[in-house]
C-alpha cells in the first residue's frame, strides 16, 4: 500500500503492522545519472520488497533529502543536518506507529545516512511505541557490495532497471574519464578529504560502462528479498519502548 496513492479511507482499513519509509539524498551522481539517485533507488527496493512480501506493507512517502553536504560543491545538492535529519526520520516513524504501523524498516539508499539512521533508529526503539530498523540496499547484494562507489556501476544498473529514461549512457566515458577510482584522499586509513569534490572531478567513484540493466534487476531481486526477510523478523518484534524517557 503506497500511502501517496491511497485515500485516508483505504490507509484505515489496512490490515498490518508492517511499514517501510524510503530515505535518500538530493546530491550529485555524475554528468550521466540524476540528483534524485538516491531516493529513487531506495524508492525502487521498498516498492519491490512490499509488493513480493506475503502480507500487506505500508509504503511512507521518501524522505528526499539526507546528510550531503560533502557533495556541497557539485549544484543542485542539498543538505540538512544530522539532527534534523535524525528528527525528521523519528516524527514520520512516529506518524506512522500512531495509525498502528508501528514496525518500521527505513529503507537507505544513500551512505551519508547510515550512521544516523543506525543512531535514530536504536532511540526509536528504546524510547518510542514504536520498533524501526535501517536497511542499506547496496549493503545487501552478496558480493556485489564491494563495487559501491559513486553513481557506479550499482546505482547506474539499478537506474538502467528501474529508471532507464533518468540515464545519460552517452555521458558514461566522461564520467568514467573525470572520475575517481575510489572514496576519499587517503593517507593510511585516514581519509584526509571532507568533500567529494577533492578527489573526483565530475562527482563519480567507479565506472558506470561497467553497468547494465540486467544487472540492476539482480541487484533489486537481492535487495528486495533480503528486504522481505527482514519483514518477517521485523513483524514479530515488541513496538513497546524499552527505556524511559
Known amino acids: 500500500m503506497d ?3 491511497e485515500t485516508w479511507t483505504d490507509a484505515d482499513a489496512a490490515d498490518t503492522h508492517l511499514a517501510v519509509l524510503p530515505v535518500g539524498s538530493t546530491e ?3 554528468p550521466h545519472a540524476p540528483l534524485g539517485t538516491d531516493v529513487l533507488t531506495a524508492e525502487a527496493v521498498a516498492e519491490a520488497g512490499a509488493d513480493r512480501y506475503a502480507d500487506p506493507v505500508v509504503v511512507a512517502p521518501a524522505v528526499p533529502v539526507g546528510i550531503a553536504e560533502e557533495h556541497r560543491r557539485f549544484a543542485g545538492t542539498l543538505w540538512t ?5 535524525r528528527s525528521y526520520v523519528r516524527d514520520v516513524v512516529g506518524s506512522l506507529a500512531s495509525h498502528g504501523w ?3 524498516v527505513v529503507v537507505n539508499g544513500h551512505g551519508g545516512n547510515i550512521a544516523a539512521l543506525k543512531e535514530v533508529t536504536a532511540r526509536i526503539a528504546r524510547h518510542d511505541d514504536a520498533y524501526a530498523v535501517p536497511f542499506t540496499w547496496f549493503d545487501e547484494v552478496g558480493e556485489h557490495t564491494s563495487d ?4 557506479g556501476p550499482l546505482e547506474t544498473s539499478m537506474l538502467r532497471n528501474t529508471e532507464p529514461d533518468s540515464v545519460h549512457e552517452d555521458r558514461f566515458e566522461t564520467a568514467a574519464a573525470e572520475g575517481a577510482d575510489r572514496w576519499g584522499e587517503w593517507q593510511g586509513r585516514v581519509n ?3 568533500d567529494s569534490d577533492e578527489f573526483t572531478d565530475n562527482g563519480v567513484v567507479g565506472d558506470p560502462r561497467e553497468s547494465s540493466a540486467a544487472l540492476g534487476e539482480e541487484l533489486l531481486d537481492r535487495s528486495a528479498d533480503a528486504l522481505c526477510d527482514l519483514l518477517d523478523a521485523v513483524r514479530d518484534r515488541d513496538p513497546g519502548p524499552r527505556v524511559d524517557e
Open 102 to 104: 508501528d514496525r518500521v
Open 192 to 194: 584526509l578529504a571532507v
Open 28 to 30: 550529485q551522481h555524475g
Open 148 to 151: 559501491m562507489g559513486h553513481a
Open 3 to 5: 500511502l501517496t496513492r
Open 81 to 85: 543536518s544530522e539532527s534534523t535529519f
